[in-house]
Every structure is written in structure tokens, then in C-alpha cells.
């Protein structure tokens, strides 16, 4: 399962080590290990189609926020999930 986590707080950016904590628990391969993103923007321009399974938005972000970002991914990918 390829993930990304977008999050602007470096405080709150630990879910990463949950995910990882909770796959290895249950035996589900994350390859690779979720990548962490501090901004939509950092995000989106690495984004393309397919490349992610499952992304994680952070909706209050300076700049592009979680919606914006959401709606710019699902423009391009209509399978990636997002929370």
C-alpha cells in the first residue's frame, strides 16, 4: 500500500509512525514507508496519477489547504482515496 501524509505541523506529522506500527501489526507491506509532506504544494508537485493508494490531507494548511489539494489529486486520480 503506497501512502502520503500531508501535514504542516511537524508536531502532529507522527502518523507515520502509527501506520507503520499498526502494518506491521496486521502484516501489511507498506512499500514504501509512508511519505511525509509539510504542504499541498510539496505534495502536488510531486503528485501523479496512480502513485499513491491512500493520502492523508491535513485540511487547515497556509497556502493550499487539504480541499484544495483533494480536489487539484482528484482532477488528476479518481481510485487514490483521501482522508
Known amino acids: 500500500m503506497r501512502i502520503a501524509i500531508?501535514?504542516?505541523?511537524?508536531?502532529?506529522?507522527?502518523?507515520?509512525?502509527?501506520?507503520?506500527?499498526?502494518?506491521?501489526?496486521?502484516?501489511?507491506?507498506l512499500v514504501p514507508p509512508p511519505t511525509l509532506f509539510f504542504s499541498g504544494e510539496a505534495l502536488l508537485e510531486k503528485f501523479a496519477p496512480d502513485q499513491y493508494d491512500l493520502i492523508f490531507l491535513d485540511v487547515l494548511m497556509e497556502g493550499v489547504n487539504g480541499m484544495e489539494a483533494a480536489r487539484r489529486i482528484r482532477a488528476q486520480d479518481s481510485r487514490c482515496r483521501l482522508i
Do not use: N, Q
Not at 20 to 28: F, L, P, T, V
Open 6 to 29: 500531508v501535514e504542516d505541523d511537524r508536531g502532529d506529522a507522527e502518523l507515520r509512525s502509527c501506520l507503520k506500527a499498526w502494518s506491521s501489526e496486521r502484516g501489511i507491506a
